[in-house]
């Protein structure tokens, strides 16, 4: 039970470019895992129908004009959450990866005031979809870098299945990451204070649209990301 009688209005923020394929069944899923939530969909310049499935779907959808990449996609959500004064935002994919029967074990913890953030992980029981052992190397490797350089355990930093409560949402509104920002988030958010968690999750393959991360395109993003993951130890640190 929560330790305050409050009722949180959350929102469920998803990103989505071209995922015509699976947009409708993700709204049905968050609605049917937490009726009482609303859920505000980024088209992020789809060339696809995305736009009008989702809409189809009774969310609320904002479309930009042309494609400008998740960080911006997540944080234009994350933008329209704190204009609309909302003290939870659930950021979930549009690709169907992630299950939205996690959502309420993720509010609640916030409602207690156990977590500024919570994150769905897929490898604290390791079920479900593990990712290929390329990516899970990448994501080992980041890992040792958040222990070593910012004394933390996160097991799963690029998991995109995160819930941020008031304040830690009102940081992200105006700092989240350009480019792959989910590992960079991690480190901005524990320097600026907040706490983090993580909570066991299964998660699928992707259910539909394209991956960024393919042929040469790991290698460039270990790179960027370890490089954005060092700029953001030594920088010093906003709230």
């Given amino acids: 039970m929560a330790k305050s009688d409050k009722v949180l209005r959350v929102i469920a923020v998803v990103p989505a470019y071209n995922e015509r394929n699976t947009i409708e069944k993700v709204i049905e899923e968050i609605q049917n895992s937490a009726p009482n939530i609303d859920i505000v969909v980024i088209d992020d310049g789809s060339l696809d129908d995305t736009y009008d499935c989702a809409s189809n779907a009774k969310a609320l959808v904002i479309r930009h004009p042309f ?31 992630h299950d939205p029967k996690y959502i309420p074990q993720m509010l609640e913890i916030i409602a207690n005031g156990d977590a500024d953030v919570v994150g769905g992980s897929r490898f604290l029981e390791g079920e479900g979809f593990q990712s290929s052992s390329l990516r899970r190397a990448g994501i080992n490797f980041f890992e040792m870098i958040y222990k070593i350089f910012v004394g933390i355990d996160v097991t799963d930093c690029t998991s995109g299945f995160r819930a941020f409560g008031k304040n830690a949402l009102e940081f992200v509104a105006e700092n989240y990451p350009d480019d792959y920002p ?37 290698l460039h993003y270990m790179i960027k990301v370890t490089l954005a993951l060092i700029m953001n130890i030594l920088r010093k640190a906003e709230r």
Wanted: hydrophobic share 40%; no cysteine.
């Fill in 182 to 218: 989910e590992p960079e988030v991690v480190i901005m958010l524990k320097k600026a204070g907040f706490k983090f968690k993580e909570i066991p999750v299964v998660m699928r393959e992707r259910q539909g649209g394209k991956t960024s991360i393919k042929g040469f395109k790991p």
């Fill in 67 to 97: 494609n400008m990449g998740i960080g911006a996609a997540v944080q234009t959500g994350f933008r329209f959450a704190t204009i609309r004064n909302y003290d939870v935002a659930v950021q979930v994919d549009g690709d169907g990866q």
